[in-house]
């Protein structure tokens, strides 16, 4: 019979570099639909050759194939006299397993997407894994809901970790949008549960372009799978993005305030000069008495949020009947104790005929004389 030429798949026992080996060992067991521990043999230095023999084409295929999931292997000649059914089997050849096969390739295109898509993603491929085989194939992806723990609480610093920027900012921008513009309710409930929900699916759309990138150009292919894996750096700048963030927001909301309600407050503000000492005299000078400092400042923080409770109509600022039942509980809970001055003793409030005052002890630690410090509230 005629000489014919035949090519065997060899493995060189070690992974690609750069290449994690747990997702190695993992890729080649789907390639070959084994079992790990059997794959965990293959990647232990020693050279190994698949069974089977194959032609030219078939060969550099499977053996490409084998690289895609970062193992090293090479081809080689070899020439039979004849063709056989049965095969031999030596101490360095691998075990009966052989790479899955369609009519038309050694491995499907399907096979193929799943592989790319665990090489984009890179770390925790078993959990994505398992998430993305719920979307089908990447090619037509079919939307269902799933759930993303890390995602529900921080989602703006897992985007970054995952380089999926375009969403991070969306949502960061329409987290701020919403706590500056809409108040708190059902449409902010929404959009912190809407993100969990999608997650996994917005990060299967990300990788899902990449590797329908790579089958479209074949040759830039570490180019797009570069895209995924993580970026620990993002997260280190989303983080200072947030700090920022966080600052230039409170910068913003106490304009905000202020231009609403500064006027009516101002009375009551640190340094407005209304405290007054038991003996009827104004309160001033406390800088370099801690004690004092401290006690004048709780005073003003807690007449700044009584005066705000008082001022429920923003057109008239008149005292709204619905706040009465607030007032009294804030008065209730006040005078319950709880909120000390700075010697330690608890701060009361008083209702007078058109003011409330606050009312802490002082240094004697005795109400009704001539150091108490009082905060008077003028009803607006």
């Not at 007032?327 to 000390?340: D, H, K, M, P, T």
Request: glycine share 6%; hydrophobic share 40%; charged share 20%.
């Amino acid at each position: 019979m005629a000489s014919l030429s035949k090519y065997r798949v060899i493995l060189s026992g070690n992974i690609m570099p750069e290449y994690d080996r747990r997702e190695v060992v993992q890729g080649l067991a789907n390639l070959f639909n084994s079992r790990t521990s059997t794959m965990e043999n293959l990647l232990k230095g020693n050279s190994v050759s698949l069974k089977k023999q194959y032609d030219k084409d078939q060969a550099e295929i499977i053996c490409k194939n084998i690289r895609n999931v970062g193992a090293q292997c090479s081809i080689e000649e070899i020439y039979e006299t004849e063709i056989t059914t049965e095969s031999t089997a030596d101490e360095t050849s691998a075990s009966d397993e052989e790479p899955r096969q369609s009519n038309k390739n050694p491995q499907s295109i399907k096979e193929k997407l799943q592989i790319l898509l665990i090489r984009f993603v890179k770390s925790n491929t078993d959990y994505y894994r398992q998430q993305f085989s719920k979307f089908g194939n990447p090619l037509k992806p079919a939307f269902k809901i799933t759930w993303h723990w890390p995602a529900f609480f921080y989602f703006f610093f897992w985007a970054l970790y995952r380089k999926m920027w375009r969403w991070a900012i969306i949502h960061a921008l329409g987290g701020v949008g919403l706590m500056l513009w809409v108040s708190p309710g059902f449409v902010y409930l929404v959009w912190v549960f809407i993100w969990p929900l999608l997650a996994n699916y917005l990060y299967f759309r990300v990788a899902a372009t990449a590797v329908n990138q790579v089958m479209e150009d074949p040759q830039a292919e570490q180019h797009y799978l570069d895209k995924g894996g993580v970026s620990k750096r993002a997260v280190w700048g989303g983080i200072l993005i947030a700090m920022v963030s966080v600052m230039l927001v409170s910068h913003y909301a106490t304009t905000r305030f202020l231009a609403e309600y500064g006027e009516q407050i101002k009375d009551v503000l640190p340094g407005s000069g209304t405290q007054i000492r038991g003996d009827g005299s104004i309160l001033k000078d406390v800088a370099d008495k801690s004690r004092l400092a401290r006690t004048s400042l709780i005073l003003s923080s807690l007449a700044t949020s009584f005066k705000i409770l008082l001022l429920t109509d923003n057109a008239r600022h008149t005292q709204s009947t619905q706040t009465q039942p607030v007032i009294s509980i804030f008065i209730e809970r006040l005078n319950a104790g709880g909120i000390n001055d700075g010697w330690g003793s608890e701060i009361r409030i008083e209702e007078q005929v058109d003011r409330y005052v606050l009312i802490s002890a002082g240094p004697d630690q005795i109400f009704k004389t001539d150091d108490d410090v009082l905060q008077p509230i003028i009803i607006p």
